[in-house]
């Protein structure tokens, strides 16, 4: 199993629909970590969180210690947010090496 | 001028042939990673360094060696380069445990 689970792998949804990713982890962690990944390759930093609720414009990260989950949720969904979105870890022991989830592919359709 | 820059973007390269990926970062971050992405897998840590004179092997670190020239150059190379090899490559810098890592555009790295 997996340290860090995301789940869906794929999601297509409708221009202007609420949209939730999921991401289960197994260890303790300092840090979670929520990165984009565009068509192009190139990945940009989203939100890291160790607690609480963060939000950066329509996008909104939570997460919950207790349960070890976090949730990547998008408001009034576009089709410029269609990318893949990839949760990440940073265990509270040992180095600092991030542990990544294999993605989450969105696709909104117009 | 993009905080974290990888040269070249992409680059075909063949069996047997040495090849340097290179990385270079402004902001001024002392810690720098080198990772591997395959598809359907998450990023795989290749190797890492904490400073100048600290070089960490990563998860996957067989077949690649690295440079650190300076804080804000670290470079990765493949001695002999093998079709297993064929990836995206990222680099990334970050100050630390507690705060977040800016990631360069990556290198797409095809081994024929």
């Known amino acids: 199993k997996n340290e860090v689970e995301q789940s869906p792998q794929n999601l297509t949804a409708q221009e202007g629909e609420f949209i939730t990713i999921n991401c289960s982890y197994s260890v303790g962690i300092s840090a979670l970590h929520w990165l984009q990944q565009h068509p192009g390759g190139g990945i940009v930093s989203l939100f890291m969180?160790?607690?609480g609720k963060k939000k950066h414009g329509r996008l909104i990260a939570t997460i919950n210690i207790q349960e070890k989950h976090s949730s990547l949720h998008i408001t009034a969904s576009h089709p410029r947010d269609s990318a893949v979105y990839i949760c990440a870890v940073s265990p509270n022991f040992g180095n600092e090496k991030l542990t990544f989830g294999t993605g989450t592919r969105l696709t909104i359709i117009p | 001028d993009a905080d974290v820059t990888q040269t070249p973007r992409n680059r075909i390269t063949k069996t047997g042939k040495r090849i340097m990926l290179e990385c270079s970062q402004t902001k001024g971050h002392d810690r720098m990673y080198w990772y591997r992405q395959d598809p359907g897998l998450g990023l795989q840590l290749i190797y890492y360094?904490?400073?100048?004179?600290?070089?960490n092997k990563g998860e996957i670190s067989d077949g690649y060696s690295v440079s650190r020239q300076a804080q804000a150059k670290f470079s990765l190379s493949l001695e002999s380069a093998i079709p297993n090899q064929t990836a995206l490559y990222f680099c990334?810098?970050?100050?630390?445990?507690?705060?977040?890592?800016?990631f360069g555009s990556g290198t797409r790295l095809t081994v024929v």
């Open positions: 969180l160790s607690s």
């Open positions: 990334a810098t970050s100050e630390g445990r507690d705060y977040g890592y800016t």
């Open positions: 360094s904490f400073d100048v004179k600290d070089i």
